[in-house]
C-alpha cells in the first residue's frame, strides 16, 4: 500500500508568507495532480502557540488559528483523510510529521499497510527532512517527490544538503512525472 503525505503547504510557508520559501506555490498544482495517484492521503500542519522556544530560531509562523496556519487555498484538500497537527507544544521544534499530537503517524500507516510513503511539501530542509528520515528510521520506505517539495532557502546550498542527508539515511527520491507513468 502506497500512501501520500504533503507534508505543511501552508500559507505561511508560501510566498508573502511569515517564513515564505522563496516558490513554494509551485509544488500545489503539482501535489494536487500527484493526489489523484493515491488511494491514502495525509496532510501535516505546523501549528504552533503564540509563544514557543522554536520562535527564538524563526519568525512567527503558522500560529494557530491564523490564515498563515491554513493550507495554502489552491490544494485541493478533498481527499485528505487526516490531517495532522504538530510543532503544537511550546518547547521544541516539531519539524516532523511523527510528532503530530493529534494522531500518531506511525500506526495511522500501519494501520493501513502501508509499505511505501510519498513524500510531498515543504520545507525541504527542515520538515520533509525530519519527516522522511524519520519515516525510514521507522522501517517505511520512503520516497521524496522531488519536484513536490520545495526548500525555504536560508543560506545557498541548504536544499542540496538536505537531499544528501536524506539520501545518506535512505531516503529515495522521485518525481511526479515518473508517479504519473505507474
Ligand atoms: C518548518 C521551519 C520552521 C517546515 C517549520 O515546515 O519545514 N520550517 N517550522
Ligand atoms: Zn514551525
Known sequence: MKALLIVDLQNDFCPGGALGTPEGDIVVPVINKLIDKFSLVIASRDIHPEDTVHFEKWPPHCVKGTKGAEFH?????DKISSKLEKGTGNRDDGYSAFEA????LEYLLRKNEVTELYVAGLTTEYCVKETAIDAVEKGFKTIVVTDAVEGVRQ???DEQKAMEVMKQKGVEFTTSKEIEKE
Open 73 to 77: 487555498p489552491d490544494l485541493n484538500t
Open 101 to 104: 499530537t493529534n494522531a500518531n
Open 155 to 157: 543560506n545557498p546550498g
